[in-house]
């Protein structure tokens, strides 16, 4: 099965949520928040960096629900920008 290629929208909304999960990560270590959200940490550095722009729902609301965040608001603060 081979992958639609992401738009260059879709990059930017992982973009986005890699930057809401970073600053919400704090001072917190990468290892300590993927750990309780059990995720490798290598799947969080993926998501923050940008290089894994379309993770899983569940993989984002168990990082969500770590760091505090309803998943009303990551959807809000990774939403299209309309022009």
């Not at 890699?18 to 490798?40: D, I, K």
């Not at 923050?48 to 009303?72: N, Y």
């Amino acid at each position: 099965m081979v992958r639609t290629p992401l738009t260059p929208e879709e990059r930017e909304r992982g973009e986005r949520l890699g930057r809401l999960l970073r600053e919400a990560r704090g001072g917190r270590s990468m290892t300590e928040v993927a750990a309780v959200a059990g995720v490798s940490a290598e799947t969080l550095r993926k998501i923050e960096t940008g290089r894994a722009p379309t993770p899983a729902f569940f993989t984002v609301a168990a990082l969500a629900g770590v760091l505090g965040l309803s998943m009303d608001e990551v959807a809000a603060r990774c939403a299209l920008v309309a022009v």
